[in-house]
C-alpha cells in the first residue's frame, strides 16, 4: 500500500523555491513545483544508472483506456494508474528490463513508422 492518498494529492501544497517531492512506494513520487503544477515521476537505478523519468501529471480523473500503455499515452494520470505503471515497472526491472529504455523506443518507432 502506498503512502499518498487522493486526498494528500489534491491537498498538497507546493515549496516557494523548489520542487517538492513526496514518495509513495516503488519509486513512484508526486512533484510538485513551485508554480503548483503535480506530476508523477518514477526514480529507480537499473545496471547501476539512475533513471529518473516523468511518467504524466497529475488529475485525479485519471487517463481513458485500460491499458498502462494508452495511460502513458494520454500522460494525465489518477493515483491508482501512476501506481499501476510503478509497480508494472518495478515488475521490468527486477525481470532484467529496463521500463524506460523500452517505453522510449516505442515512442520513437511511432515517429519513425506512423
Known amino acids: 500500500m502506498g503512502k499518498l492518498t487522493a486526498v494528500s494529492c489534491e491537498t498538497s501544497k507546493p515549496n516557494k523555491d523548489r ?3 513526496i514518495g509513495d512506494g516503488d519509486g513512484l513520487f508526486l512533484r510538485i513545483r513551485p508554480d ?3 506530476a508523477w ?3 529507480y537505478e ?4 539512475g533513471r529518473k523519468y516523468a511518467i504524466g501529471s497529475y488529475d485525479p480523473n485519471g487517463a ?12 494525465r494520470l489518477s493515483l491508482t494508474q501512476a501506481r499501476a505503471i510503478a509497480g508494472e515497472w ?7 528490463h529496463d521500463p524506460v529504455a523500452e517505453w522510449e ?3 520513437v518507432k511511432d515517429l519513425v513508422y506512423p
Open 105 to 107: 523506443a516505442e515512442l
Open 41 to 43: 515521476v518514477v526514480v
Open 36 to 38: 503548483g503544477t503535480k
Open 90 to 96: 518495478k515488475a521490468a526491472r527486477s525481470a532484467g
Open 64 to 75: 481513458p483506456g485500460a491499458s498502462i500503455e494508452q495511460w502513458l499515452r494520454h500522460r
Open 19 to 21: 520542487d517538492r517531492l
Open 46 to 49: 537499473f545496471k547501476e544508472a
